[in-house]
């Protein structure tokens, strides 16, 4: 069962707007979330976290918001480079009840020149 | 560079043929990860490791794989008789046990024929 999903495979967005990339999750023992980025033959790098006692966490021109009433994520950037095109992974942990971080399936996210 | 490093990059093999991957997390991180990647799908848990002991395993990781983690620091994955399902991208991650964050390596990318 996929715990973690992100309903949208792909996104295009111009230059200098802003991606909104969305994820939700089902666990509600889920306490900790995190975006990684990848790019094609590499391994996904880590881009922001935010706990679940916050609601909002900004580093740069990415910021992570969490609903947790409504179980669901989302990271934007502000504003969008074509260096942000890459893949967007969501994963989220439960700390106090494993180890395990389960991910989404990613979004494809291409910046327009 | 102290960045998880992996190796090898690729691995093209037979079926039914045995192969190893290594895995050296950043140093001072006691928690390693394997986890697996297929097209169109996020990394998927295959098992942890707190120091030398490996405390968690996926119903994932059939009795063909192996992992093992003998000082603490590198680990290695060992997959016996492959199977051309087994195609996919492996990746590990680490972890500092004050921490919250995984950091991947690069991955091993391995073809089964």
């Known amino acids: 069962d996929q715990q973690v999903k992100q309903n949208s495979p792909s996104l295009s967005v111009q230059e200098g707007r802003i991606s909104i990339l969305n994820c939700d999750y089902t666990?509600?023992?889920?306490?900790?979330f995190l975006w990684y980025k990848k790019y094609p033959a590499e391994g996904p790098t880590f881009l922001i976290s935010?706990?679940?006692?916050?609601d909002k966490n900004e580093d740069g021109r990415f910021t992570v918001f969490l609903n947790k009433s409504a179980k669901h994520l989302s990271l934007h950037i502000v504003p969008s480079q074509p260096g942000d095109s890459a893949v967007y992974f969501c994963?989220?942990?439960?700390?106090?009840?494993?180890?395990?971080?389960?991910f989404g399936t990613g979004t494809s996210l291409t910046v327009i020149p | 560079d102290t960045g998880v490093s992996q190796d090898p990059r690729h691995k093209i093999t037979k079926r039914g043929q045995n192969v190893t991957f290594r895995c050296d997390p950043i140093?001072?991180?006691?928690?390693l990860y394997w986890y697996r990647q297929t097209l169109g799908q996020g990394p998927e848990f295959l098992t942890y490791?707190?120091?030398?002991?490996?405390?968690?395993k996926s119903r994932l990781l059939s009795d063909r794989f192996s992992a093992e983690r003998p000082k603490g620091s590198f680990s290695t994955l060992e997959i016996q008789r492959t199977e051309q399902g087994d195609s996919a991208m492996y990746l590990c991650?680490?972890?500092?046990?004050?921490?919250?964050?995984?950091?991947f390596g690069p991955g091993t990318r391995l073809l089964v024929l």
């Open positions: 991650a680490s972890r500092y046990h004050l921490g919250e964050t995984q950091y």
């Open positions: 666990n509600s023992m889920f306490d900790y």
């Open positions: 935010i706990s679940s006692i916050k």
């Open positions: 994963a989220a942990s439960a700390r106090n009840t494993g180890n395990q971080f389960y």
């Open positions: 140093s001072e991180h006691n928690r």
């Open positions: 490791f707190q120091n030398e002991a490996q405390l968690e």
